[in-house]
């Protein structure tokens, strides 16, 4: 419920974050777009070449692509989250809020990312002129929807750790 009422604010935080982060950068919004197509292209030279695996019906780069995006919403999630808390200490010390805000907000600036590298993907699924088929519209949502939640999970786990103990950091 609480959630619900301060909703602004996660989105205020959201944005300072996304700002921050972009903001302060040459390649900007640039750089989202970037680190999956690098990671794929590096993965797609490596292993097709050197060890010749086969994933038909879907083509190496898509597939490779597919993961890469879903383990950066997953690895940024966590890891963002898990430090929201030291970052943001100085505003929880002073002003009330529910404090799920701050790894909430970490979440969805890794979700900002995540959309972006979507784009990419969609877009790569046109240049290979991979099918779709009508359950990954049900499936894909879905899994983004469990690494979104086991993120928030296990960031916010990892934050409540972080602020007792800072070994885990």
């Keep these: 419920k609480e959630l619900l009422q301060y909703r602004e604010l996660l989105y ?18 640039l750089w989202a777009l970037l680190q999956p197509l690098g990671l794929m292209l590096i993965f797609t030279l490596l292993f097709t070449k050197a ?46 809020f529910p404090r799920l805000i701050v790894p909430g907000s970490a979440v969805l600036v890794a979700l900002f990312d995540f959309i972006m590298g979507l784009i990419i993907f969609l877009v790569f699924c046109i240049i290979y002129r991979q099918t779709i088929h009508w359950q990954a519209i049900l499936f894909f949502p879905a899994g983004i929807l469990l690494v979104v939640v086991a993120g928030f999970g296990a960031g916010t786990f990892l934050a409540a750790l972080n602020v007792k103990y800072r070994d885990f950091r």
């Design 12 to 29: 205020f935080f959201t944005w300072r974050d996304i700002k921050v982060k972009y903001k302060q950068t040459y390649l900007g919004i």
């Design 51 to 96: 060890w010749k695996i086969d994933t038909a019906p879907v083509s190496y780069p898509i597939f490779v692509l597919s993961g890469l995006i879903l383990w950066n919403l997953f690895h940024a999630s966590v890891s963002h989250a898990s430090e929201s808390m030291i970052q943001n200490s100085a505003i929880i010390k002073k002003i009330y």
